[in-house]
């Protein structure tokens, strides 16, 4: 007689894999965290997601300074002040994309607020091939801290290829 | 996930897909070399990419991989007669040489020429470190030949091995650069198994076992360097290789032999786990020669007289739902090879990928289908796949302790290639 394995692993078999769906949409925050990645956030924000949002902050740096509050930590690709710690707190994933060579420094407020809240990271760093090492350490040195995940991608198109991946 | 026309491109390797084009540029591993001991051998049938072809060696030792069936009425030639430098049909006595082209037609007078008219598809087949290797590619794109750091050791240095393996090659591909899963599957097996045992980073790998991964994209593929926490604050790092299309390779063990693998489609729903261990500096040791014959490590045993694994789907691969549950093994089956391969064929044949739902430690998973995907929209433009440059193919994984703040693929730069003489960067 055919073994359990060798009649349910069969081409035949496969086809009765049920259909029902096996899993709810993730919320994922997508942050740039400097000029050029903004670019590639703001054209990806034009294309249709299922619970994927798209925000900056470029404009910001490590610390809030004197009068600035840590829950303002975050703009909407319009330019309107987000609350951070609220944005994170509703993600099932914070991906921070940042351009090689650039400082990535507003990592470590957002990685502080998804460490606060338990929230999954991932670091992306664009053009890694084109920029000295020197470059891409910086950026990496701002990143590693707080990216549970980092990866290094010399196409921009891999930030859309990675959320279609995870079916954001 | 992917998109059922994504997942249909990457699995579908026949003759005329996209897939089947990358894989053919390059040269792939098609059998051991020990499949064709002396000359005149019984010829093996060899199926590679879908297609059926069978491997022969003449009575000169000049290897040949032509066609499997007789240009005349079809019947397969591993029933031929090997004879006088060439494989003659049992059924009409037609002959061919080893490169395919039919010397003798005798129901024909010799003087009509008819026989130079008739000639079987026929590919290179060239020996390297034991294994015969093809390429299936246009004749005026073929590349030098393979540069595989495994493959150009003396012989004594390394060992190669093959199994069956009953799923398309991109799941059994995947599972060698699914670092994510060594911590679970093949926990049982770090600290027994005599390939893998005794060595520092084991304790790394099993103190801590929520590595951080960072995915790197190199030349001729990616990186995957997972990072766990040493002494002092120093990051112990385990950097894997995979090179398009299908190569991968493990970060070495203590002063372990060094292995990897090539995942090579047999058709859509089968594929060839090569395997492959050695070392730079010295013999392979009786010890460890042993012990990968008898199967341990990466290789594993067999069906005698085949190259399909003793632990196969036909007996639920000996799993032992007692050990599962003491903790022996991880799944109840033993052997790293099986573990990994009783998995992926529990997948179906070419597993659903609209179905899954990866999270982001399968990164490296994700930037491999990206590349691949990349490499085949560049290709259709004239471009050269990674994986074929000789730079692409000398390279190494690594395991390497580092501070905190080094990129790894910076400061572990050297370590990541062939440096001649010199054995890998190891912990
Ligand atoms: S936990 Fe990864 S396949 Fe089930
Ligand atoms: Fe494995």
Known sequence: MQSESARMSSAAEARYRIDAPNSQPRAVKVIA?????????????????????????????????????????????????????EEVDAAD???????????????????EAC????????GLILGGADKSDEALSKTLSHLRPWALMLVVASAEEY????LRALRA | MLRKEQNDLLTQTGPGTPMGKMFR??????????????????????????????????????????????????????????????????????????????????????????????????????????????????????????????AVVPADRSFTSKRLQESNWLQAMEGGIDSSHVSFLHSGELNKDPLFKGSKGNQYNMGDMKPVFEVVESPGGLYIGARRNAEHGHYYWRVTQYVLPAFTMIPPRADHPVHGHFWVPIDDEN?????????????????????????????????????????????????????????????GVYGIAMQDASLQESMGPVVDRTKENLVSTDNGIIMARHRLLRALKAMEKGEIPPGIAREHQQCRSAAVVLPPDQPFKEAAKEALVVQAGKEHATV
């Open chain 2, 271 to 331: 594929c060839w786990a090569w395997s492959f261990d050695y070392k730079v500096t010295r013999p392979l040791s009786e010890h460890e020669l042993t012990a990968m014959h008898e199967g341990k490590g990466i290789h594993n045993e067999y069906v005698p007289g085949t190259f399909r694994p003793r632990q196969n789907k036909d007996n639920d691969y000996l799993i032992d739902r007692a050990a599962q549950k003491r903790g022996d093994t991880f799944s």
């Open chain 2, 25 to 150: 540029l390059s040269w792939q591993p098609a059998l051991l070399a020990s499949e064709l001991p002396e000359n005149e051998c019984p010829p093996v049938r060899v199926k590679l990419m879908s297609e059926r072809l069978l491997a022969w060696r003449d009575t000169q030792g000049n290897y040949a991989l032509t066609d499997e069936f007789c240009a005349h009425r079809g019947v397969s030639l591993w029933f031929g007669r090997n004879e006088e430098n060439g494989l003659r049909c049992p059924y009409h006595g037609w002959k061919y040489d080893h490169t395919g082209q039919c010397i003798e037609v005798p129901s024909e007078p010799t003087e009509s020429g008819f026989c130079k008219k008739i000639k079987l598809k026929s590919y290179p087949l060239v020996e390297r470190g034991g294994v015969l290797w093809t390429y299936m590619g246009p004749p005026e794109m073929q590349p030098p030949l393979p540069e595989w750091e495994f």
């Open chain 1, 33 to 85: 965290l400097d000029a050029p990645s903004e670019r590639v956030v703001k054209m990806l924000a034009e294309r249709k997601w299922s619970r994927a949002t798209f925000f900056t902050a470029s404009a910001f740096g490590d610390a809030p300074k004197a009068g600035e509050s840590f829950a303002g930590w975050l703009s909407d690709l319009a330019g309107r002040t987000k609350n951070l710690v």
């Open chain 1, 115 to 122: 460490s606060l809240k338990r929230v999954m990271t991932t």
């Open chain 1, 159 to 162: 930030v859309e290829d990675m």
């Open chain 1, 93 to 111: 994933l914070v991906v921070m994309v940042a351009a090689a060579g650039e400082s990535a420094q507003a990592a470590s407020i957002i990685g």
